[in-house]
Each structure stands twice: as C-alpha cells, then as structure tokens.
C-alpha cells in the first residue's frame, strides 16, 4: 500500500480528520526508506475547531469569576489566584508584591500608548492609565470588560484616556496597527491553547506596535519545572508515604493540566525567525515572597524594530564568572561587582526558590520520601535572587537576573552600570522544539498515538504501518494549498504528541 492509501485508510479512523503520510529516504542498514503519519485529530484544526473551543472554554470559566467575585477597591481584586499547593488563595499581601513588581517592570519600559491584551479586572490598568496618554485594554470575557468599564467611568480623566474592548487575544480587529509603544499581556498566556496560538498572538501584537515599541509578556509557565511544583503539592497533602504513589500521584496531576507550559528558547527561536523582533529578554521573576509565581514563572520582553534612544549593549558574551568556582559567597560577589567594569556576568548562582522542590523531587524518584519531606522546607546553600538585586542597588549597579539555560535551578545574573541599555540577558540554551506544551493534550494525543498504532495494526501489514506517528494542530500548506513537506522535514510543524 502507498503512502496516500495509508492516509485516506487513517482518515477512517473516528479520531481523525486529516491525515498525510511521507516516505523519507534511509541507508540500508537503517532499514531503506521510513514512513511517517502526520495526523490531525478531530478537534484540533478541522471542522470542530479545538482551539476555538478552547479558548471559549477559558471565557465561560472567567466569565462566571468576573461576575461573581466580591466586591473589592478597583485594582485590588484578586479573586481566582489560588495557590496549588493547598487550593487557597494566595497571600493578598504577596498579591499585591506581584502586582507592583510587574508594575514597576512596566514601568521601565516608558509606556505612553498602551494596549494590555486580557486586561482582567484591571489589577494593572489600575496602576498605569492614569499616567499615559491612552490606555486601550482587551479581554476575552464581556464581564471583565463591563466590570473594569464601571470602575473607568466614574473618573472622568480616567474615561478620557481608556479604551475598553471585547474581543480574544489574536484578533486585532479594531486596534490601530503600528500605534501603541507597550503592548501588555500578563498572566494570560498559560490560558492560550497551545504554541501556535501564542506565536499567533505575538505576530498580532508586533503588528500593533510603532518601531521602537516592547511587548511585555509576564508570568509565563516555565516548561522545565511542572515535575517539580507536582510533586510538592503531592508530598505536601501527606496522603502518600510510599514514593511511587508520590510519583503516581505528581504525575497523574500534572498530566491534566490544561494550561500552556512555554521553555525560554521558545522566544529566541521566536525572534530568529520574525524579523521585527530586535531584543528578547527572558527574566525571573522580581520580589521577595516565594510562591508558585516566583518558582515557576517569568517575565518576557520583545523589542520591535529599533530601540528608541541611546545605544544598546549585548551582554551574551560579556565578561563572566561562576558561583561555587570563580567566587563562593556573597561577599567576594560584592567585590567583583564593585571593583570590575561592567557588563559583568555570573552564572550557576543555585535558585533559593526552587532548592527545596527541586530536592524534593530528586529524593522522591530515589525512592525516600521521608528526605523528600524534609528537604521540601529545609536550609539549602542557595542564593535569594532578591538579595542579590539589593547587592547590585548597594554598588551602585543595575541588575538582570534571567534563568539559566544549563538547569532550571540555576539562574544568571548581568551587573550593569545604572545607565547602561543591555540586551542578550537570557543565553539560549538551544533545545529543540517544540518549545511548548500544554500536558493534557499531550497526554491525549500519546493516547491516540498508541490507539491508531494498534488500529493499523489491525488492517496493514507490520512492515507497511508508519515507524512515526506525529500528530499535529494542523497539516502545513503551501500557498497552493498542497502539502509542504519541506516545512514537516524542518519541524516547522505546531506538533502536540509523539512519535
């Protein structure tokens, strides 16, 4: 059977909606050529439009928090952010740290024409309208809209400033194209179906943006430590002594999560590949409180076109230093920093957010769940990444502290003169993609992977079922509309499961 007969026999399958199967050339002593399916579920691109549906998913779910969330001071509403360790809400005081820290990193940026995409209940344009020239604001859900909209016309210099629309994060319907300096999107794009969607968004964005603009994206998932914020949150409901029900129980967990996880190489990939995009700054998080929002999340920032104002330095290459090699403490840290010339970077400085999961984690897959216990809250020889922003503050240095490409219990930091314009923070760590993730799909589409190895089975010969089984958002087209298979060989494809 050839490959377009195997595809039409996929397409049979009640899960699937698209099929295309290729022949790639191999050596002899590979076997001789390799067939790859490449399949869209239904769902996931076709007539059932997955991503719509997801997406309207997340806008009944806000919509019905919007509507019915206390009442509270505008800007200070922190209904639905509910810690995963224990399903309470989290701290309203570290609340609020997050809330002005992501203010202040928005701040830096100089905004004047802002466009913040899922502007929520207002907990940042509460902070900024007032002191731009315009503040235009999107969300998903017409509650949040119509709430913030109450709150914006009992101040008339407010109402002056605020624009308020409906609409979702990828429609630029209505937004005037190349005018906004800031674009916003915080805290959001965990709720994006998968990677195409962001990628989809952030194109929209550039487009918004004069030359010279920023797109700030905040509070992104960090694709390489979900195991490690699982497996605490099953550690500390104690219900489980025995490790493999500890790892059962992370795994079983994380396996349904139904939010985006997105690596940092993702945007250094994003931005070798979209010309518009000059800078790509990858950050840790800022403040002093250790939660789920420090641990596992990070701050973004896109440059558009050329930066407005003064030169700026590419810190990649500049002058480094290791933690627990070149210096050990603190101390010798502050003379270095001090006395050298800046750009100045240290690297494998261990992360005092993540130590205790991170240990945990390990001693629970070595088998000792009592260490694991004790290591999730005890002393570790780490670095607090707030203490080492006061450090910089007393030298008399800017400082960037961006996560380390090498392990995600590490992070890097850049000292600066207070001055100096820097770009090249975060060093890729160059992983292939894809970058993204969102683990439930995945768990699904390695479901239907196992399912349509099987049904072939079934029906074809052994030697005539595909080696590979990938499965897609979507099968890549030429402007013809035929299939491009060259976009499938470079694994420029929105894959969500497995081989």
């Given at each position: 059977?050839?490959?377009?007969?195997?595809?039409?026999?996929?397409?049979?399958?009640?899960?699937?909606a698209q099929a295309l199967v290729t022949?790639?050339?191999?050596?002899?002593?590979?076997?001789?050529?390799?067939?790859?399916?490449?399949?869209?579920?239904?769902?996931?691109?076709?007539?059932?439009?997955?991503?719509?549906?997801?997406?309207?998913?997340?806008?009944?779910?806000?919509?019905?928090?919007?509507?019915?969330?206390?009442?509270?001071?505008?800007?200070?509403?922190?209904?639905?952010?509910?810690?995963?360790?224990?399903?309470?809400?989290?701290?309203?005081?570290?609340?609020?740290?997050?809330?002005?820290?992501?203010?202040?990193?928005?701040?830096?940026?100089?905004?004047?024409?802002?466009?913040?995409?899922?502007?929520?209940?207002?907990?940042?344009?509460?902070?900024?309208?007032?002191?731009?020239?315009?503040?235009?604001?999107?969300?998903?859900?017409?509650?949040?809209?119509?709430?913030?909209?109450?709150?914006?016309?009992?101040?008339?210099?407010?109402?002056?400033?605020?624009?308020?629309?409906?609409?979702?994060?990828?429609?630029?319907?209505?937004?005037?194209?190349?005018?906004?300096?800031?674009?916003?999107?915080?805290?959001?794009?965990?709720?994006?179906?998968?990677?195409?969607?962001?990628?989809?968004?952030?194109?929209?964005?550039?487009?918004?943006?004069?030359?010279?603009?920023?797109?700030?994206?905040?509070?992104?998932?960090?694709?390489?430590?979900?195991?490690?914020?699982?497996?605490?949150?099953?550690?500390?409901?104690?219900?489980?002594?025995?490790?493999?029900?500890?790892?059962?129980?992370?795994?079983?967990?994380?396996?349904?999560?139904?939010?985006?996880?997105?690596?940092?190489?993702?945007?250094?990939?994003?931005?070798?590949?979209?010309?518009?995009?000059?800078?790509?700054?990858?950050?840790?998080?800022?403040?002093?409180?250790?939660?789920?929002?420090?641990?596992?999340?990070?701050?973004?920032?896109?440059?558009?076109?050329?930066?407005?104002?003064?030169?700026?330095?590419?810190?990649?290459?500049?002058?480094?230093?290791?933690?627990?090699?070149?210096?050990?403490?603190?101390?010798?840290?502050?003379?270095?920093?001090?006395?050298?010339?800046?750009?100045?970077?240290?690297?494998?400085?261990?992360?005092?957010?993540?130590?205790?999961?991170?240990?945990?984690?390990?001693?629970?897959?070595?088998?000792?769940?009592?260490?694991?216990?004790?290591?999730?809250?005890?002393?570790?020889?780490?670095?607090?990444?707030?203490?080492?922003?006061?450090?910089?503050?007393?030298?008399?240095?800017?400082?960037?502290?961006?996560?380390?490409?090498?392990?995600?219990?590490?992070?890097?930091?850049?000292?600066?003169?207070?001055?100096?314009?820097?770009?090249?923070?975060?060093?890729?760590?160059?992983?292939?993609?894809?970058?993204?993730?969102?683990?439930?799909?995945?768990?699904?589409?390695?479901?239907?992977?196992?399912?349509?190895?099987?049904?072939?089975?079934?029906r074809l010969p052994e030697h005539e079922?595909?080696?590979?089984?990938?499965?897609?958002?979507?099968?890549?087209?030429?402007?013809?509309?035929?299939?491009?298979?060259?976009?499938?060989?470079?694994?420029?494809?929105?894959?969500?499961?497995?081989?």
């Open positions: 059977m050839d490959p377009e007969e195997i595809g039409n026999l996929l397409v049979q399958h009640e899960r699937v022949t790639e050339p191999g050596s002899p002593t590979d076997g001789g050529p390799r067939r790859t399916a490449y399949v869209v579920p239904r769902g996931a691109g076709g007539e059932e439009h997955g991503q719509d549906k997801r997406v309207d998913e997340w806008q009944q779910i806000y919509d019905r928090l919007y509507t019915n969330s206390p009442t509270s001071a505008f800007g200070d509403n922190f209904a639905g952010w509910v810690s995963s360790y224990d399903r309470r809400p989290i701290d309203p005081e570290q609340m609020r740290l997050w809330r002005s820290t992501t203010v202040e990193r928005i701040r830096a940026l100089r905004p004047r024409r802002v466009l913040e995409i899922g502007v929520g209940n207002g907990l940042l344009l509460s902070q900024l309208a007032a002191e731009c020239e315009s503040y235009w604001g999107t969300d998903l859900s017409p509650a949040a809209v119509e709430d913030v909209s109450r709150h914006v016309e009992r101040d008339p210099a407010l109402a002056k400033r605020v624009v308020l629309r409906s609409q979702a994060a990828d429609s630029t319907e209505g937004l005037p194209a190349e005018h906004f300096d800031t674009v916003v999107v915080n805290s959001v794009v965990q709720l994006f179906p998968d990677g195409a969607y962001l990628t989809e968004v952030i194109r929209g964005a550039l487009g918004l943006l004069a030359p010279g603009g920023s797109l700030f994206l905040g509070d992104i998932r960090d694709r390489r430590t979900p195991e490690y914020l699982h497996t605490a949150v099953a550690l500390r409901r104690g219900t489980a002594t025995d490790a493999n029900a500890v790892l059962r129980s992370a795994r079983k967990s994380l396996s349904r999560e139904e939010e985006l996880f997105v690596h940092p190489d993702y945007f250094l990939a994003l931005k070798d590949s979209e010309p518009e995009i000059t800078t790509a700054e990858v950050w840790l998080k800022r403040g002093d409180y250790h939660n789920e929002l420090s641990r596992h999340r990070y701050d973004v920032v896109l440059g558009k076109g050329p930066e407005p104002g003064g030169e700026t330095t590419d810190v990649t290459d500049c002058p480094t230093v290791r933690w627990g090699e070149d210096l050990t403490d603190t101390a010798e840290l502050r003379r270095r920093v001090r006395t050298e010339t800046p750009p100045l970077r240290v690297t494998g400085l261990p992360n005092a957010r993540l130590a205790g999961e991170a240990a945990a984690w390990r001693a629970v897959t070595e088998g000792d769940v009592a260490r694991a216990t004790r290591l999730l809250d005890g002393s570790h020889p780490t670095v607090d990444p707030h203490t080492i922003e006061g450090l910089a503050t007393e030298c008399g240095r800017r400082v960037r502290l961006a996560p380390s490409p090498e392990d995600p219990e590490l992070f890097e930091a850049v000292f600066t003169a207070p001055d100096q314009k820097t770009t090249g923070t975060y060093r890729t760590a160059h992983t292939s993609p894809p970058h993204t993730e969102v683990p439930a799909v995945t768990r699904r589409n390695e479901a239907l992977v196992q399912r349509l190895r099987s049904w072939l089975g079934e079922v595909p080696e590979g089984i990938t499965v897609l958002e979507a099968i890549p087209l030429r402007a013809d509309g035929s299939p491009d298979h060259s976009a499938l060989n470079r694994g420029l494809t929105s894959s969500r499961g497995a081989r």
